[in-house]
């Protein structure tokens, strides 16, 4: 039988940064990721600090992009590749009373380094308010950050593409089929619905669509921001999204908000485009916008890291260090992120 100090259950953001951690530190490992698409594996992957609708930042903002550039370089070790885009944000800005609001804030003290007080014309697009710029902000290559990961994971013989199933667990023995293991982290996003342990725990799904677009013409190097996200992919392709819907619980592509991608781009982008593939999936959200992090109350050995929601690389990428320092060192957890606040 295969021992392993942990189980990973879910090969989103979540448990690809985790698993960083583990290797990183030398414990052992196994990966379980189902077939179904996460909302991490279609999502932007954009690291901004900003909330760009009233121009404020939000809980911990500073120290997760502090720390993104080290974890990148980590993982950049052994997979020769670092998946930072170093393209910031640019808001177009839609009235006169946005860009005093944008001024004022990058006077106070937690938005002076990210709200650039010089405003630029983007030249690709409609913005005749000019457009302001997140200093700091960035990307990752989401594309290829799963890709490899998928990739590397495999080749080290530590990740299982099958769906796994919680009815299987001993805890007594401390065996899932015929692995023995320390714990089990679930990392599984929307799908802590059909977990036993967690199904109380309350997740929201909020489906999301995006396009990817076709564009022969070159666009500002900036992830230009309006209602929705444009950036280059590669060559002619652009991403352009993504939509929130609480209410939508299936897996179908919704026309209306395919439809309202489109009027999105065009408000700003005046040259012929061509939608080439759109895409849906779920992310997982709480109300109180904090990720969910702990352990079982009754199961030691069974953990939860969860609910990144929007900003699935930042929350993911420091709270993976945040979970590891818990389960490891005895680190205690913010009340404000601890699991035993629904408990």
């Known amino acids: 039988m295969k021992q392993f100090d ?4 879910g090969g989103g953001f979540a448990g690809f940064f985790l698993a960083h951690q583990l290797q990183k530190n030398k414990k052992s490992f196994i990966i379980f990721n189902g077939k179904q698409i996460s909302g991490s594996h279609i999502s932007a992957g954009v690291c901004n600090p900003v909330i760009l609708k009233r121009f404020s930042t939000f809980w911990k903002s500073k120290e997760q992009m502090d720390y993104l ?3 990148f370089s980590e993982i950049e070790s052994y997979t020769g590749e670092n998946y930072i885009v170093k393209e910031p944000v640019a808001r177009i800005f839609h009235d006169e009373s946005e860009k005093k609001q944008w001024l004022k804030n990058s006077n106070k003290v937690d938005l002076e380094s990210f709200l650039d007080n010089d405003f630029i014309t983007l030249k690709s697009v409609d913005n005749p308010l ?3 710029i997140v200093k700091n902000s960035c990307r990752i290559d989401v594309e290829s950050f799963f890709k490899d990961l998928f990739q590397y994971f495999e080749t080290k013989d530590v990740l299982i593409n099958e769906s796994f ?11 899932y089929k015929d692995l023995r293991f320390k714990n089990i982290v679930f990392c599984e996003g929307i799908h802590t619905k059909d977990n036993p342990f967690f199904n109380t725990i309350p997740i929201i799904p909020n489906k999301g669509h995006c396009l990817e677009v076709k564009i022969n013409k070159d666009i500002d190097p900036f992830i230009i921001k309006k209602k929705h996200f444009l950036f280059s992919l590669s060559d002619d392709r652009f991403y352009y999204g993504g939509t929130y819907d609480r209410f ?3 897996e179908n592509i919704n026309p209306e908000f395919v439809e309202e991608l489109e009027t999105g781009l065009k408000a700003f982008y005046k040259e012929k ?3 080439s593939k759109v895409k849906t999936a779920f992310r997982a959200t709480v109300d109180d916008r904090r990720p969910i992090l702990g352990t079982h109350p009754e199961f030691e050995n069974l953990h939860i890291f969860n609910g990144l929601g929007a900003r699935g690389v930042l929350n993911g990428t420091y709270f993976s260090k945040v979970m590891f320092d ?3 060192n005895n680190l205690e957890l913010d009340s404000e992120i601890d699991v035993k606040r629904f408990y």
Not at 6 to 9: F, G, L, W
Not at 165 to 175: C, K, V
Request: charged fraction near 25%; hydrophobic fraction near 30%; glycine fraction near 4%.
């Open 165 to 175: 199933n919680h009815n299987l667990i001993d805890n007594e023995q401390s065996t």
């Open 69 to 71: 550039e080290t974890i």
């Open 273 to 275: 485009y061509f939608i």
């Open 6 to 9: 942990y189980i990973i259950v």
């Open 130 to 132: 000019e457009s302001g």
């Open 326 to 328: 818990y389960l490891e």
């Open 248 to 250: 939508d619980d299936t």
